[in-house]
């Protein structure tokens, strides 16, 4: 089955620096890759997502990229506040045709200092 | 967006007892929808998917006559979890995914269910 990994598990920065969060995917069908961001006791909510035939998604101060050949996907803050203090988790669709469950990363606790 | 609600927000309950979570999807028409578990700091495990009208497929390690899932509608999936134990104790969240399988990848997620088996 499909295996994500992702790096840092924890991520401190000052308030107005970038944070990066990557992942990396086993499964070369997986074709659909969002990336979720929960706070403590709270449901995970989705901030951006990417699908196999683009390789860069922007939505304001957060992008995400892919490299398909490489099989790693990143998730980019830009000018973080914060309010971007959370756990934030990346998934890839399993991709067996008409299932499209998620396989979750591991998460990265992001803390960003005032 | 698409707004997943879930019920109870939170359970106690004794060792030996079953609890049922209700999971609905309240402004869309779900035809799938998914169960995970999550144990503090870590990540969301899927336990299993519930399609509407169909038997839940269940992740492996994962006992079928222990955690009973329904998908009776296009809104509401349930799960009961049957002879609670202690180590049963978890965040279980549901998910749901709008619209045709081939159509949408989109996820939303319910606020969890707290259950704690004593």
């Known amino acids: 089955g499909e295996n994500v990994e992702q790096h840092p598990s924890t991520l401190s920065v000052q308030e107005g620096d970038s944070a990066v969060i990557k992942c990396t995917y086993s499964d070369s069908a997986s074709n659909y890759f969002p990336w979720y961001k929960q706070e403590l006791g709270k449901r995970p909510q989705l901030i951006i997502d990417?699908?196999?035939?683009?390789g860069e998604k922007k939505d304001q101060r957060i992008a995400v990229t892919l490299n398909k050949t490489a099989k790693h996907f990143s998730l980019h803050i830009t000018e973080t506040q914060p309010e971007d203090s959370a756990v934030y988790f990346c998934a890839a669709s399993i991709g067996r045709a008409g299932r499209r469950a998620l396989t979750f990363g591991s998460g990265t606790r992001l803390q960003v200092q005032p | 967006g698409a707004v997943v609600s879930q019920h109870p927000s939170w359970v106690i309950c004794k060792s030996g007892t079953s609890v049922k979570i209700e999971c609905r999807s309240l402004d869309f028409q779900a035809t799938t929808m998914f169960w995970y578990r999550q144990f503090p700091k870590q990540s969301l495990m899927l336990m299993a998917t519930s399609n509407e009208g169909s038997k839940a497929t269940y992740e492996q390690g994962v006992e079928k006559d222990k955690f009973l899932i329904n998908h009776a509608s296009l809104t509401l999936s349930t799960l009961t979890v049957t002879s609670a134990h202690p180590e049963d104790s978890s965040f279980y969240i549901c998910s749901a995914r709008e619209g045709p399988v081939d159509r949408t990848d989109t996820q939303y997620f319910g606020p969890g269910t707290r259950l704690t088996v004593l």
């Open positions: 990417i699908r196999s035939n683009v």
